[in-house]
């Protein structure tokens, strides 16, 4: 069994920043890539930015420049920075992680963290 727990949501005024954290427990023979996904009301979940175990990154257009991603493998963490928010950035914020439990690979997901940005 494998546990992801995220923290580091709240609210926050246009151009504030916030700084995401998710651990990983459990099970965890070797944990891929790790990545940060967000859900707006009414609309799909979209990929914000993943990580590869070797540091490899890919980001969403719409946060290039604006959001970091990064990880702690000594301590099974991702962590999501972001700065200059928007609105548009508000969203329920979903950790997953790419885990091998031998002998197959399992996309595990958070509980979610919540995003506001607003004046």
């Known amino acids: 069994q494998v546990q992801l727990v995220e923290s580091g949501g709240g609210l926050v005024q246009p151009g504030g920043s916030l700084r995401l954290s998710c651990a990983a427990s459990?099970?965890?023979?070797?944990?891929?890539?790790m990545g940060w996904y967000r859900q707006a009301p009414g609309k799909q979940r979209e990929l914000v930015a993943v990580?590869?175990?070797?540091?490899?990154?890919n980001y969403a257009d719409s946060v290039k420049g604006r959001f970091t991603i990064s990880r702690d493998n000594a301590k099974n963490t991702v962590y999501l920075q972001m700065n200059s928010l928007k609105p548009e950035d508000t969203a329920v914020y979903y950790c997953?992680?790419?885990?091998?439990?031998?002998?197959?690979?399992?996309?595990?997901w958070g509980q979610g963290t919540q995003v506001t940005v607003s004046s």
């Open positions: 997953n992680a790419k885990v091998v439990v031998p002998p197959a690979e399992h996309a595990y």
């Open positions: 990580i590869t175990s070797g540091g490899s990154t």
């Open positions: 459990g099970r965890l023979f070797r944990i891929n890539a």
